[in-house]
């Protein structure tokens, strides 16, 4: 509860929501957290913020936290409370356990994206180092794996290209599978008072997003694609730039390879725009009329979301966008670039802090021998040069009996995973699941050990956000469990007979800095001094690097990658006639385990399901009915809305309350290249709860 009254001390601290990563004074009185304040000087928020970050913190001292840890009795299946050194003894003498009977790979972990990264590298290096393996995953892996895989193939590193500033000199803003007003809200208005200015708006997006038209903004053009279609219209995009001779011959020769290969592919009669309109619905003369202005009206920037990624063809998808961005020379200057807008605040964090089975921090691939022998050298054991398991192999395997214990940080897998079915049958399957989080969450349903978490106000250390700024997150109130989540990590460690020792968060991160070429010039003391910095932070840039391959790419030359439309499996059939596909709204949060503790619920209570009005009269259905929304893999029931924002033949909806649960629909299908779940595609029924 807020409560007025002059505030007596305040702490910088970093919103704990999104990606956008706004900064904000905690304004205390006594101990008493009484408002949360946008700080001016914030880098990513220049004194902005939305309803998020400025009113829904009172989930951190809200009556559901726990804050003892907590072991299942046997026999009663009742949770025990239990001190410190007694759960993290259970926990440390089960893993060994595990793994004496099934082996060292029966054991992994998942990293929080709502951790800072100091807590994520200690948790990635207790698997690797203690648990011995490399089975940690992240939940990027149902985000923006997508992004981290095709970013590195093109450029080089998986990472957006530009700061959020740099939006204010585009002239051609591209949003593809975003809806930065409810999801990246203090971004949205920077882009908005850039449209506002007169720079040109394109939408890619199955869904009339607000900004396709909002007070004084208008897109020149919405590409209202089916979903599931997005490759073909990039391809088709880069089609036009290619064919109409519209694209930038002197940067694509110097800073770019593989091009011939795909110019030859890219200029196929199945990539023209009449070919792409048969496949998504979009008039072939609105494809070219958007690929003409990217092409030619001014610099030109990519913004792009989950809608993109979470796809059969997320990767190809983000390398088709690389692609256009390479073949019209929009990279490397202000303006323009392909800029992911990530969902978590510490979601890059996570990823940069090597939460992957296949990286090590740095985005080092654990095959290379001389990353790992550096690693070794630094944490004094020999590590696996095989990648582990991801989070769906590590469902697999689970189910399989094969994968028998996991350490789940922060991570509400059970409503946040796609196929809910098989989830709850590998958690459920498995001999020991710890849960470190503040509440009892879906997946604590299933552990056998409850290790309380902390809120970000209790939390010392630094978050990363979507334009690779490293923003302090300083200590508001002390841990209410005694203890920080990096100390219990480093005790489990020790516990297992791997000893993790650090005084100070600080000191977690000059680990960091000294083994990860891109943070090599990252401190407490730097960050203290200059507010944020944006990485790559090293010698070369000792301040950092808002704009990323300037005068050349990451990885030397720009790669061209050619990116072949295949269609989803996930089709409409007449038993499913219906696609369904998902997004956020503004005042809640993903599964809602915050926002839903705070003032907001009560401004959205529920997820709806939008259909179209033509979908709703042949089934009988008026606005605010009851209806079962059915998969071939789960059926689920919740009010409809009747919006014509969806074509006909697309339902919508929200996941953020686990009663709902949209993805008791969401089926197993996912990226080819990194398992990211394709939760944007799932064809449905829908039908009145109670017939009239
Ligand atoms: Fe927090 Fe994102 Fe809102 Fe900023 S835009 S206040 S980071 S939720």
Same mark, same amino acid.
């Given at each position: ?169 585009? $002239? ?223 469902? $697999? ?19 946040? $995973? ?18 470190? $989080? ?255």
């Amino acid at each position: 509860v807020v409560q007025l009254g002059m505030p007596s001390r305040s702490v910088i601290t970093t919103c704990a929501y999104c990606g956008v990563g706004c900064s904000f004074k905690a304004e205390l009185r006594g101990d008493e957290l009484v408002r949360m304040v946008p700080y001016k000087d914030g880098g990513a928020n220049e004194g902005h913020s939305c309803v998020k970050g400025r009113f829904a913190f009172g989930y951190a001292t809200h009556p559901d936290r726990q804050l003892s840890p907590m072991v299942r009795d046997k026999i009663t299946d009742e949770w025990q409370k239990v001190d410190w050194d007694t759960a993290i003894n259970y926990v440390a003498t089960r893993m060994l356990d595990i793994q004496t009977r099934h082996g060292v790979g029966a054991i992994g972990g998942i990293t929080s994206s709502r951790t800072t990264n100091e807590e994520v590298y200690v948790v990635q290096k207790m698997i690797r180092a203690a648990f011995g393996n490399n089975n940690v995953d992240t939940c990027a892996r149902v985000c923006h794996s997508p992004t981290g895989y095709g970013l590195k193939q093109t450029f080089g590193t998986s990472a957006g290209t530009q700061d959020f500033r740099s939006v204010a000199q585009a $002239d051609v803003i591209l949003v593809i599978g975003a809806n930065p007003t409810d999801g990246h809200p203090v971004f949205a208005s920077r882009m908005k008072r850039r449209l506002r200015e007169g720079a040109k708006l394109v939408v890619i997006d199955p869904r009339r997003i607000d900004l396709v038209r909002s007070p004084h903004i208008e897109a020149t053009h919405h590409l209202q694609l089916a979903p599931g279609t997005n490759v073909a219209v990039v391809n088709a995009l880069a089609h036009v730039v290619l064919t109409e001779g519209l694209y930038d011959r002197a940067f694509v020769d110097e800073r770019c390879e593989d091009f011939d290969g795909w110019a030859e592919f890219i200029s196929r009669p199945e990539n023209s725009p009449e070919a792409v309109e048969e496949i998504t619905g979009v008039p072939a003369e609105e494809l070219r009329a958007a690929a003409r202005l990217y092409a030619t009206g001014g610099n030109a920037a990519i913004y792009y979301g989950l809608g993109v990624t979470e796809h059969s063809q997320g990767s190809t998808m983000v390398m088709g966008m690389a692609n256009l961005a390479m073949v019209t020379g929009n990279i490397g200057r202000e303006g323009v670039g392909v800029n992911p807008l990530r969902g978590q605040n510490n979601v890059q964090g996570s990823c940069d802090m090597g939460s992957f089975p296949h990286e090590l921090p740095g985005y080092r691939h654990v095959s290379d021998d001389a990353v790992r022998t550096v690693f070794e050298n630094m944490w004094g054991r020999p590590l696996l040069s095989e990648p582990g398991l991801r989070i769906p192999n590590m469902f $697999d395997a689970a189910v399989e009996g094969t994968f028998r214990a996991i350490f789940v940080q922060g991570e509400d897998i059970a409503q946040s $995973d796609p196929n809910t079915k098989h989830v709850f049958a590998a958690l459920g399957a498995m001999e020991l699941v710890v849960v470190q $989080d503040l509440f009892l969450n879906e997946t604590a349903k299933f552990a056998h050990v409850f290790l309380p978490g902390t809120s970000f106000l209790e939390k010392d250390g630094t978050f990363t956000n979507a334009e690779r700024r490293i923003n302090r997150v300083r200590p508001v109130m002390a841990p209410k469990t005694g203890k920080h989540e990096w100390q219990i990590v480093c005790e489990i460690a020790e516990a297992m007979g791997y000893p993790m020792s650090y005084q100070h968060p600080r000191e977690i991160m000059d680990e960091i800095a000294a083994l990860t070429p891109t943070f090599s010039g990252v401190s407490f003391e730097k960050l203290d001094k200059l507010g944020s910095v944006q990485w790559p932070c090293n010698e070369a840039a000792p301040e950092g690097t808002p704009t990323m391959h300037v005068d050349g790419f990451v990885r030397g030359k720009g790669r061209f990658v050619q990116t072949p439309f295949v269609p989803t499996r996930e089709r409409s059939t007449r038993k499913y006639p219906l696609i369904l596909t998902t997004g956020r709204i503004l005042s809640q949060y993903n599964v809602g385990a915050q926002t839903r503790r705070t003032a907001n619920v009560a401004w959205h209570s529920e997820d709806v399901l939008e259909v179209h009005p033509h979908d709703a009269e042949v089934r009988g259905i008026s606005d605010g009915d009851e209806v079962t929304l059915a998969s071939r893999v789960g059926a689920t029931s919740l009010r409809a809305v009747l919006s014509d924002r969806m074509p006909v033949g697309v339902v919508y909806t929200t996941f953020h309350h686990p009663v709902t649960g949209a993805n008791v629909v969401t089926t197993e299908n996912s990226d080819w290249a990194t398992n990211c779940p394709e939760y944007k595609v799932t064809a449905v029924q829908v039908g009145l709860k109670h017939p009239k």
